[in-house]
T-cell receptor, first 114, second 116 residues
Framework: DTAVSQTPKYLVTQMGNDKSIKCEQNLGHDTMYWYKQDSKKFLKIMFSYNNKELIINETVPNRFSPKSPDKAHLNLHINSLELGDSAVYFC?????????????FGPGTRLTVL | AQKITQTQPGMFVQEKEAVTLDCTYDTSDPSYGLFWYKQPSSGEMIFLIYQGSYDQQNATEGRYSLNFQKARKSANLVISASQLGDSAMYFCAMSSSGAGSYQLTFGKGTKLSVIP
């Protein structure tokens, strides 16, 4: 019974390609997030979606586009991949009505751009 | 703007001893939450403990407790009776409702190594 799942777990691709990472949660949460963890292990928020609506869009290149078809899914599409996009991307979810005191992470997707 | 500071890049502790991982925070929001996550070498983010800014008592979860000192803006994690499996990166994080959602702001992490 995976709470937050991501696919793929590993993604290796060439510079300039377009790729997507999928995320699904079965916790009934209404808010989903994408975080990026760089090579120094620093985690930073990228996007936040509540009920399919974008709330937060931190300073992220517009090559990154989140898409939320429904409350349980938040996918991340990346165009024209660059070497600096290599990182681990984590999806997470929480329920805003609970005050955000539960925030669960997916297993992460390790993206390597060659 | 919110900020989380973890001043200990690395820590060592003897097995079965207790260890305290430091975390200080800065925010202007009156309502916020403080989290600790564990990230083992396998890479997943494991939720450990949560403390709300209005909670009167320090949070505890098994061997984990959060030493919350609001006036000092600190939220230290205490791990009692350390085990070899506790060796991992530990992240302190903060959330607030100010931005309309509860995205987390993370510290840079502390790498804990448990020595047998």
């Amino acid at each position: 019974d995976t709470a937050v799942s991501q696919t793929p777990k590993y993604l290796v691709t060439q510079m300039g390609n377009d790729k997507s990472i999928k995320c699904e949660q079965n916790l009934g949460h209404d808010t989903m997030y994408w975080y990026k963890q760089d090579s120094k292990k620093f985690l930073k928020i990228m996007f936040s979606y509540n009920n399919k609506e974008l709330i937060i869009n931190e300073t992220v290149p517009n090559r990154f586009s989140p898409k939320s078809p429904d409350k349980a899914h938040l996918n991340l599409h990346i165009n024209s991949l660059e070497l600096g996009d290599s990182a681990v991307y984590f999806c997470a979810s929480s329920n805003r009505d609970l005050g955000g005191n539960e925030q669960f992470f997916g297993p992460g997707t390790r993206l390597t751009v060659l | 703007a919110q900020k989380i500071t973890q001043t200990q890049p690395g820590m060592f502790v003897q097995e079965k001893e207790a260890v305290t991982l430091d975390c200080t925070y800065d925010t202007s929001d009156p309502s916020y939450g403080l989290f600790w996550y564990k990230q083992p070498s396998s890479g997943e983010m494991i939720f450990l403990i949560y403390q709300g800014s209005y909670d009167q008592q320090n949070a505890t979860e098994g061997r984990y407790s959060l030493n919350f000192q609001k006036a000092r803006k600190s939220a230290n994690l205490v791990i009692s009776a350390s085990q070899l499996g506790d060796s991992a990166m530990y992240f302190c994080a903060m959330s607030s409702s100010g931005a309309g959602s509860y995205q987390l702001t993370f510290g840079k992490g502390t790498k804990l190594s448990v020595i047998p």
